[in-house]
C-alpha cells in the first residue's frame, strides 16, 4: 500500500471542523453538578479565616469545599521526579495541598470550591466566600527569592532553594579552560516564562457510580493512565481497579496538560461526597493562573574559544524559577532535560552545567513544549552567533567548524557527550548547507551590504540556530537512574477483528497530534489493508492497557514501536494459520500487500481470510491458540536525537524598532517520517510558538506578585500575521534504534526557532555596536536600543 | 466568564428603547454590537441590572449619501463602513480605519456608534471622527441634538451623551478633506487596540494646503486634533520637509499615556513617525 511516508489527510479533522469533537466540557452527564474555585487575589497571603456562610445559602448551591474538609485536609498532590541536591539530599518537597487553609503562596491558588446545580450559580456564590487576608511580601524572580532575607515560599525551605544540581566535565577543567582560553563570549539570558495558552481550557468531571463503587474522572489531559496512577496511588489512596480516567479529544497541550492537577482529585472527592458528577471548567484568566507555566531561567553563560575558533568549553549557571509548588515533571525540566543539552551539535570537549531550581510566589513552572531544550538551545546558539560577532567570523563558518562529525550509531557508535547522553545517529553538515543555499546566503548578504550602506530606514539581519534535542523520552532504567518516579516505556494492542478489521489501543495520547492517521498509516501499511480498515483507540484507561501519554515528542517513537511490536506478532500468529491453510512450511511464506504466498508460486491467502480462521479455527494448526490480539511494551534502548538548521531573516523598522519576519527556513531531521504532511504541520506549530517567545510572549509580574498580563488584551500570542510563509525542508538520519527510524517532530520547531529569530535582530542591530537584547524583542526594546 | 444576571429588553424603536433607559435609570446599559459591552459584562466589571439591545433597531442602520454629508447609522458596523464605497469617496479614512478594527468578526458584530459611546480613548473611530469635523446625532425624549465632534469626547470612558440618550447617527461633512484623508495605526500587539492611531485629512489648493485636520486616539488618555500641526500646514506645499517642520513639536502640551508596551516618551515619538506616514500619503 506504501502508506508509510505518505501526506494523507488526518482523519479526525472531520469531527475538529465541523464541531463534533467530544472535549471534556461538551460531557454532561445525569445529575450533574459544577464547581467553580475561590482563588487567592494576592500572591502571598495568610489566611485567617474564611466565611462560607452568604455563598452558602445563595441559590443552587450544593456544598462548599475547603482545605480543612476531611477528605481534602493533608492531602495534596504529588512531584513525579526526583533531582537531589550536590551533597546528596533529597530535594525540597514541600506539599501541594488540594485547597489550601494556611495561606496562598501565588495568585490564584485555590482556597474553596463552590459546587451548585448552575455553573453562574456556583460563581455567583464563589463571590460571597469571605476570606480575612493578611498580605505577605511576595517574590517573583528566582534570583531574589535565593537572597538571604527574601520572603519565603515555603517555611522549611530555606532561601526558597528547592534543591541545586549540577552535571558535566570536571568543573575545575572547565574554569581553568575558561581562563586560558583564546576568547570568552559570556551573556546573561532571561529566558522569559511563558503560559501555554491551549486553546481548550483545562477541564475535569469527578463522576463515582455507587452502583460499582467505582470513581471515572473525564479530564483533559496528555496522559490518562498516568494521572489515574497519581490519582490512585499518591493522592486519594483508592485502588486503582475503581478508578477509570479518559482524556477525550482534548484542545491542545503544549505540556501543560501532562500533569496531575488539583482539580482533578478535587472533583474526584466531591462527586463521591455528594454521589453526583462534577464538573469543573477553568476560565481563560484561570488558565493564565494555574496552568503550569515554562521556561523561566536566569543563566549566565560562557563559551570559550581557542584562536582557530574551536569550542574549547562552555560554563552556564542557571536559576530555574519552580512557581510556588513542585509540578509534576518540574524538577526535571532545568536539569535533565536542560543541562544533557547543552552539548549541542558542537564537539566542545569540556561543559559544565551548574542550577538552582527556586521556589518563588508564582505559578508553578513545568514542561512546556520543548521543555529545558528550547533553554539549552538559546544559551548554545546565542553564544556561537555572538562569538562569530565578536570574532570577526562568518557565523555559519563558526558551526561548520565546531560540528561533530557524522555517525550513524550503526557502524559508528552514538557520540558521547560531556553532559551524560549519548547521541543515537548524526549528520549536521548537511542541513545547515540546505539551509544556506535555500536562504541564499551569499546574495542575502550582499543585499544587506547594500542596504546598510544606502540607509534606506530598513535594517536586515540574519540569524541561526542550529540545535540538537533529546525526544522519544525514554529508557525507563535511565530516567530511573535520573530521578523519574514513573517508567517511560508505552504500550500498544492490536487487535485484529474476525474480518480483518483492525483496532489499535494506544497508550499515546493524541491532543493536536494526529496518531488517529499516522499511527493507522503505520498499521495498514505494515498489514497492506485500506486505511480506513484500521481504528486507532486512545485516551481511556478502561480500554487502554496502560500508557504514559505523550510529550517529548515520544508519541511515534516510543508509542508508534510498541504498535509495530504487537504487529509483528501478528504477522508471526498469522504465518502459522497461513502455513496450515496453505498447506507449507512457514518458512515458504512471504507476507506483502495484504496476503500470504508461497514462495514462487501464485498460492495465497488474504489477511482477512487468516483473521476469519483465527476466530472460526475448526480447519486450525494444532495446539495453536484461537484470536489475533497482541499487545507489546516497548521500552526504548536510547533517547531519539533529532536536529536541525533554522534560519531567520527579519528586517526592522528604524523609525519604530518593530521586527518583521520576512523568511524563515527550518531544515529538520527527524529521522523517518510516516506523514510527510503532519510533519510539517507540526514544525509550523512549533515554529509559531518558538518565534512567539523571540518576538512577544513572556508574563509581567509586578512587585506584589500580581500577573499584569494574564488576559489576551495584555498577554502578546504570535498571530498569522506576525508569520512569513514557511520555507521548510527535511534530511533523514534514521534513528538506528526504533523499528520505525523515527525521531519525533513535535517540538523541533519551537525548539530552533527562537534564538534564530533573535539572532538575526541581532546581525540587523550590529551597526548599533550591541550584543544583547532580551526577549521578546518589542519594538520598543529594538526603538530604545537605536535610539540608545 | 459569565456576567452577573440581568434582565433582557428588547426595544422596538429608539423612542422605546429611550423610555425604558429612562425607566430604569443608572441600572442598565444599551447593548448594541456588545464589544466593547459584554466583555465588561463577563469579566464582572460592571453590572447593570438591564441590558437593552438596540442591535435590531433599523433607524439605527446604514449609510445615507445625503447633499451635504454622509450619515452612517450609529448601528452600523465596522465591516459596513470599511466596505462603503460612499465613505471610501468622500471620507476614505472611514473605510480604513474600520478595515483595520479587530478581525472580521469583530468588525462584522461591532457598530461605530457602540465604539464611539464606550470613548475607549485607544480604540480607532476617535481620531477618525475628530479628522472629519464630524457631528453626533444624539437622540432624547425631547428630540434630536446633535454635538459637535469637538465637543464630543470628555476623557477616558466619558462622553457627551446624557442619562437618557441615545446616538443614532454620525454625520460626516462632504468637505475637500474628507475626500483627501486616511487612517494610519501602531497596534498593541495583543489587543491590536492604538497605542498610536493617526487620522488626517487634507485639502489643497494650486498645491498648496488650504485646510489640515490631524486627530490622534491611543496617544492621550483623551483622543485630541493637534492644532500644532494643522496650522503649521496651512498655507504650505505638502512635502516631507513642510511635514516635517509641522510635525516636529508633536504633542505638545499633551498628557501622553505610558505603558508596558510603550512609554510616554517612545508614544510620543511613535505619535510623529505615524502623523508623518499618514500626511506622506495625502
Not at chain 1, 466 to 472: H, N, P, S, V, W
Amino acid at each position: 500500500m506504501g502508506l508509510i511516508g505518505t501526506s494523507v489527510k488526518r482523519v479526525e479533522d472531520k469531527r475538529f471542523i465541523t464541531g463534533q469533537g467530544r472535549y471534556t466540557d461538551d460531557i454532561k452527564l445525569p445529575g450533574m453538578t459544577y464547581a467553580c474555585m475561590v482563588r487567592s487575589p494576592h500572591a502571598h497571603a495568610k489566611i485567617n479565616s474564611i466565611n462560607t456562610a452568604a455563598a452558602a445559602a445563595m441559590p443552587g448551591v450544593v456544598r462548599i469545599f475547603t482545605g480543612t474538609d476531611e477528605g481534602i485536609s493533608g492531602i495534596g498532590v504529588p512531584c513525579g521526579w526526583q533531582v537531589n541536591f550536590k551533597n546528596g539530599e533529597t530535594m525540597k518537597e514541600p506539599p501541594h495541598p488540594l485547597l489550601v487553609s494556611d495561606k496562598a503562596r501565588h495568585m490564584g491558588d485555590a482556597v474553596a470550591m463552590v459546587v451548585a446545580e448552575s455553573y453562574a450559580e456556583a460563581k455567583d456564590a464563589a463571590e460571597l466566600v469571605q476570606i480575612d487576608w493578611e498580605v505577605l511580601p511576595a517574590v517573583t524572580d528566582a534570583k531574589a527569592a535565593m537572597a538571604d532575607g527574601a520572603a519565603l515560599v515555603h517555611d522549611d525551605v530555606p532561601n526558597n532553594l528547592a534543591f541545586d544540581w549540577e552535571l558535566g566535565s570536571d568543573k575545575a577543567a572547565v574554569d581553568a579552560a575558561i581562563a586560558n582560553a583564546h576568547h570568552v563570549t559570556t551573556l546573561e539570558f532571561t529566558n522569559q516564562r511563558l503560559v501555554a495558552n491551549a486553546i481548550e481550557p483545562r477541564s475535569a468531571i469527578g463522576h463515582f457510580d455507587s452502583a460499582y463503587d467505582k470513581y471515572t474522572l473525564y479530564t483533559s489531559t496528555q496522559n490518562p493512565h498516568l494521572t489515574r496512577l497519581l490519582l490512585c496511588a499518591f493522592v486519594l489512596g483508592i485502588p486503582e481497579h475503581k478508578v477509570r480516567v479518559v482524556g477525550p479529544d482534548v484542545g491542545g497541550g503544549f505540556g501543560s496538560k501532562i500533569f496531575h492537577y488539583t482539580e482533578e482529585a478535587l472533583v474526584t472527592v466531591a462527586s463521591k461526597a455528594l454521589n453526583r458528577p462534577v464538573k469543573w471548567t477553568a476560565e481563560r484568566q484561570e488558565s493564565f493562573l494555574t496552568d503550569a507555566h515554562g521556561r523561566d531561567h536566569v543563566t549566565k553563560c560562557d563559551m570559550a574559544f581557542d584562536a582557530e575558533g574551536n569550542i574549547t568549553a562552555l560554563r552556564s549557571r542557571t536559576y530555574a524559577n519552580l512557581g510556588a509548588y513542585l509540578s509534576t515533571f518540574a524538577p526535571a525540566v532545568p536539569t535533565y532535560l536542560h543541562g544533557t543539552l547543552l552539548q549541542g551539535l558542537y564537539k566542545t570537549p569540556l561543559v559544565h552545567v551548574d542550577v538552582n531550581g527556586v521556589f518563588t510566589h508564582t505559578t508553578a513552572v513545568d514542561a512546556y513544549r520543548g521543555a529545558g531544550r528550547p533553554e539549552a538551545t538559546y544559551l548554545i546558539e546565542r553564544l556561537i552567533d555572538t562569538a562569530a560577532l565578536e570574532m570577526d567570523m562568518d557565523p555559519a563558518e563558526l558551526r561548520f567548524q565546531n560540528f561533530i562529525e557524522p555517525f550513524d550509531g550503526v557502524e559508528e557508535p552514538g557520540f558521547q557527550t560531556q553532559v551524560a547522553l549519548q547521541y543515537d545517529s548524526g549528520n549536521y553538515h548537511p542541513v545547515l548547507e540546505k539551509a544556506l543555499s535555500m536562504a541564499g546566503y551569499e546574495d542575502f548578504r550582499a543585499e544587506q551590504k547594500a542596504a546598510r550602506e544606502n540607509g534606506n530606514g530598513k535594517l536586515l539581519g540574519i540569524g541561526f540556530s542550529t540545535y540538537i534535542e533529546a525526544c522519544g523520552i525514554a529508557p525507563s532504567a535511565v530516567v530511573g537512574a535520573l530521578g523519574a518516579r514513573a517508567g517511560l516505556f508505552e504500550s500498544a494492542q492490536v487487535r485484529v477483528q474476525p474480518t480483518g478489521k483492525v483496532s489499535v489501543y494506544t497508550g499515546s495520547h493524541s491532543h493536536g497530534q494526529g496518531h488517529e492517521t499516522t499511527f493507522a498509516q503505520v498499521v495498514a501499511d505494515k498489514f497492506g489493508i485500506p486505511l480506513e480498515d484500521v481504528e486507532i483507540v486512545h485516551g481511556d484507561s478502561d480500554s487502554v492497557a496502560f500508557g504514559m501519554g505523550t510529550y517529548g515528542s515520544r508519541s511515534l517513537a516510543v508509542g508508534g514501536s510498541a504498535i509495530v511490536k504487537s504487529i509483528e506478532k501478528v504477522i508471526e500468529k498469522g504465518t502459522k494459520i497461513a502455513a496450515h491453510k496453505l498447506e507449507c512450511a512457514e518458512a515458504d511464506l512471504e507476507f506483502a500487500d495484504g496476503k500470504w504466498t508461497v514462495k514462487g508460486s501464485d498460492k495465497s491467502i488474504a489477511f482477512g481470510d487468516v483473521s476469519l480462521t483465527a476466530y472460526v479455527p475448526h480447519d486450525y494448526p494444532e495446539g495453536l491458540e484461537p484470536g489475533l490480539d497482541f499487545s507489546s511494551f516497548y521500552d526504548p534502548a536510547n533517547f531519539t536525537y533529532p536536529f536541525g538548521a533554522h534560519i531567520a531573516i527579519v528586517e526592522i523598522d528604524k523609525e519604530t524598532g518593530k521586527v518583521t519576519l520576512k523568511r524563515f527556513i527550518a531544515v529538520d531531521d527527524v529521522g523517518n517520517v510516516i506523514n510527510p504532511m503532519i510533519v510539517d504541520g507540526q514544525i509550523h506549530g512549533g515554529l509559531a510558538q518558538g518565534i512567539g517567545q523571540a518576538i512577544c510572549e513572556g508574563t509581567i509580574f509586578d512587585e506584589s506578585g500580581q500577573l499584569l498580563n494574564g488576559t489576551y488584551m495584555d498577554y502578546v500570542m504570535p498571530r498569522a500575521d506576525d508569520l512569513p510563509s514557511f520555507e521548510t525542508a527535511r534530511t533523514t538520519t534514521p534513528c538506528p534504534h526504533n523499528p520505525l527510524g523515527v525521531k519525533g517532530a513535535g517540538e523541533a520547531g519551537c525548539i530552533g526557532a527562537t534564538p534564530a529569530v533573535v539572532n538575526a535582530v541581532m546581525d540587523a542591530l550590529a551597526p548599533y555596536g550591541i550584543h544583547d537584547i532580551q526577549m521578546p524583542v518589542t519594538s520598543q526594546k529594538v526603538w530604545n536600543i537605536i535610539n540608545g | 466568564m459569565i456576567p452577573n444576571k440581568f434582565s433582557y429588553h428588547r426595544p422596538n424603536d429608539v423612542n422605546e428603547a429611550i423610555q425604558m433607559l429612562q425607566t430604569h435609570g443608572d441600572d442598565c446599559k444599551l447593548l448594541a454590537g456588545g464589544h466593547s459591552l459584554l466583555p465588561v459584562l463577563r469579566n464582572r466589571l460592571n453590572d447593570p441590572e438591564h441590558i437593552i439591545d438596540i442591535s435590531g433597531l433599523s433607524e439605527l442602520q446604514g449609510i445615507k449619501d445625503n447633499e451635504k454629508s454622509v450619515t452612517i447609522g450609529a448601528g452600523t458596523t465596522h465591516g459596513e463602513i470599511a466596505r462603503s464605497t460612499i465613505l471610501q469617496q468622500h471620507a476614505p479614512m472611514y473605510a480604513i480605519a474600520a478595515a483595520k478594527i479587530g478581525d472580521i468578526q469583530v468588525r462584522n458584530f461591532g457598530t461605530i456608534g457602540g465604539s464611539i459611546a464606550h470613548a475607549d480613548p485607544a480604540a480607532d473611530w476617535p481620531g477618525v471622527l475628530l479628522a472629519s469635523n464630524a457631528s453626533i446625532v444624539i437622540k432624547n425624549s425631547g428630540g434630536t441634538r446633535e454635538v459637535d465632534v469637538d465637543q464630543f469626547f470628555m476623557g477616558l470612558f466619558m462622553t457627551a451623551v446624557q442619562d437618557g440618550e441615545i446616538i443614532t447617527a454620525i454625520r460626516v461633512p462632504k468637505t475637500a478633506f474628507n475626500r483627501n484623508s486616511t487612517y494610519v495605526k501602531f497596534p498593541q500587539p495583543a489587543s491590536r487596540f492604538a497605542i498610536v492611531g493617526c487620522a488626517a485629512a487634507v485639502a489643497k489648493e494650486g498645491g498648496q494646503v488650504t485646510e489640515a485636520r490631524v486627530a490622534f486616539n491611543g496617544v492621550s488618555s483623551k483622543p485630541y486634533r493637534d492644532t500644532g500641526i494643522e496650522n503649521g500646514l496651512k498655507g504650505q506645499a505638502l512635502s516631507a520637509d513642510s511635514i516635517a517642520a509641522a510635525t516636529a513639536n508633536i504633542a505638545d502640551g499633551v498628557s501622553v499615556m505610558s505603558d508596558h508596551f510603550a512609554s510616554e516618551k517612545y508614544r510620543r515619538h511613535l505619535a510623529g513617525v505615524y502623523a508623518r506616514r499618514a500626511l506622506g500619503t495625502l
